[in-house]
C-alpha cells in the first residue's frame, strides 16, 4: 500500500461527522443567547431569531447519527463498537497521549493504536454520551412544558448546559489536534476526502494498518 491514500471514512460516515459539527456548533451559538446573561440584548427579535434557529439546527443535530446508519451501517456500528471497546492497553495509550506524545512526539511506551487512538476513543465515547443526555434533556425543554414535572424542567436546563460545556471542551482539542497539531493535523484529509496517507496510517495507526495489510495479502 505504500505511496497510496488508504480509505479512512466512508461518505456517510464524513456527511454524519459536518452535519454533526455544524449543527453543535450552531446549537452552541445560539444556545449561548439563552444562557449567557452579558448577551441579554439579543432578547427580544433577536432572541426569538436565535430560539428559532436553535430548534431548526436541533433537527439537523437529532438527525445526524441516522445518516451513516442508512448509508453505511456496518461501518459505522464497528467503527462505534470499537470505540466503546476499552482495555488495558487503551487505558495505557491513553495515559501516553495525555503526559508526552502530543506534548513532544515522544512515543516510549505508547501501545500500537487501532483505527481510533484511545484520544479518538474517549472523544467519540464523550460526545456520543453527551450528545445523548443534550438530545434528551432538549427535547424535554423543547416538549415538556405543561407536561412533565417542573423539577424536570430545571434538571433538563442544568444537564442541558453542562453536556454542551464538556461536549465544547472536546470538540476545540479535537480541532487543535486535527487542524493545527503538526502531529496530527494530516487526519483533516480524513473528513474532506476520506483518505489517509499510507505513512500516516502507518505511523498512528499502526494496529489497524496491519489488519489492513492482512486482508490486502489474503494473511489470516
Known sequence: MDGKAIVRFSAGERIFHWVYFVSFVMLAVTGAFLYVPWLAFAVGEAGETSRLLHRLFALGFLA?????????????????GEAFSWGSEDVRGLWVILTRYYWSGNQRGLPPQGKFTAGQKLHVVVQFL??????????????????????????????????????????????????????????????????????????????????????????S
Do not use: Q
Open 64 to 80: 445526524s447519527p441516522l445518516l451513516p446508519l442508512f448509508m453505511a451501517p456496518r461501518r459505522y456500528l464497528r467503527n462505534l
Open 130 to 219: 453527551a450528545s445523548a443526555v443534550i438530545g434528551v434533556t432538549g427535547l424535554i425543554l423543547w416538549f415538556g412544558r405543561g407536561y412533565v414535572p417542573v423539577g424536570w424542567l430545571g434538571w433538563s436546563v442544568l444537564l442541558h448546559g453542562l453536556s454542551v460545556v464538556v461536549a465544547m471542551c472536546f470538540v476545540l482539542v479535537h480541532l487543535y489536534m486535527v487542524v493545527v497539531h503538526p502531529l496530527t493535523n494530516e487526519a483533516i484529509a480524513a473528513m474532506t476526502l476520506g483518505t489517509v496517507s499510507d505513512d500516516y496510517a502507518r505511523a498512528h495507526h499502526p494496529k489497524w494498518y496491519a489488519a489492513l495489510e492482512r486482508r490486502r495479502t489474503g494473511r
